[in-house]
């Protein structure tokens, strides 16, 4: 099993430009979050999924999108980066509340 | 206020030192989980608890529901234990701390 993937794994954007992050999980989870790690702050939610095509917003949603049209595949977009949305972008995955949380390897974006 | 706190941010230590990182939160919880993260690294769950105390090799960690606090104890300590560790806590959404920085040198 390859647990929870992430793609890419580093990216460089222009201010303005957009793109699409995609976590892919083969454990058959329902529950699957994407959060952002700054320097000196804990992970922050942005989206997250409780099962296949539902998504709900987190503590910093705004500037992003998802789409969880497989349940296997929950999708973070970006419209228009801003260097504000710099960060190590982690995605995870779990089976419902209060069961382990399994990460994905996270994705480093620098907006320029 | 955040709603999880830890203490100390930073941590240095010899190796063979008794390591105790702490966490308190202030809302109702289901469930409290400590993770590591090593340099560069990704996020690896170490202990999920609700009640009581887990052990697992060379890590323990407790919880005390009624205190709203929880520790996490490294015996032993090595310099492959150097990594940032983190408590977060279970709402039905996890609220994460801003970590514990711990070094541990030969």
């Known amino acids: 099993n390859a647990g929870v993937t992430q793609t890419p794994k580093f990216r460089v954007l222009k201010t303005g430009q957009s793109m699409t992050l995609l976590c892919a999980q083969d454990?058959?989870?329902?529950?699957m979050y994407w959060y952002r790690q700054d320097p000196g702050m804990g992970l922050r939610l942005i989206h997250y999924s409780v099962g296949e095509g539902t998504t709900a917003k987190g503590e910093v949603p705004d500037g992003y999108n998802v789409s969880r049209l497989k349940k296997q595949n929950f999708l973070l977009g970006l419209e228009s980066a801003a260097p504000s949305q710099t960060s190590v972008y982690f995605c995870?995955?779990?089976?419902?509340?209060?069961?382990?949380?399994?990460f994905g390897p996270g994705t480093r974006l620098t907006v320029t | 206020k955040n709603e999880v706190e830890q203490s100390p941010q930073n941590l240095t230590a010899q190796e063979g030192e008794f390591i105790t990182i702490n966490c308190s939160y202030s809302?109702?919880?289901?469930?409290l989980h400590w993770l590591q993260q090593h340099p560069g690294g990704g996020i690896v769950s170490l202990f999920m608890?609700?009640?009581g105390k887990k052990k697992h090799g060379r890590l323990i960690a407790t919880i005390n529901i009624q205190e709203k606090h929880s520790s996490l104890h490294i015996t032993a300590s090595h310099p492959r234990d150097s990594a940032v560790y983190i408590c977060a806590v279970d709402t039905d959404k996890l609220i994460f701390g801003t970590g514990t920085r711990l070094q541990v040198f030969p």
């Open positions: 454990m058959n989870h329902e529950y």
């Open positions: 809302v109702g919880i289901s469930a």
């Open positions: 608890l609700s009640s």
């Open positions: 995870a995955s779990r089976r419902e509340v209060a069961y382990e949380q399994y």
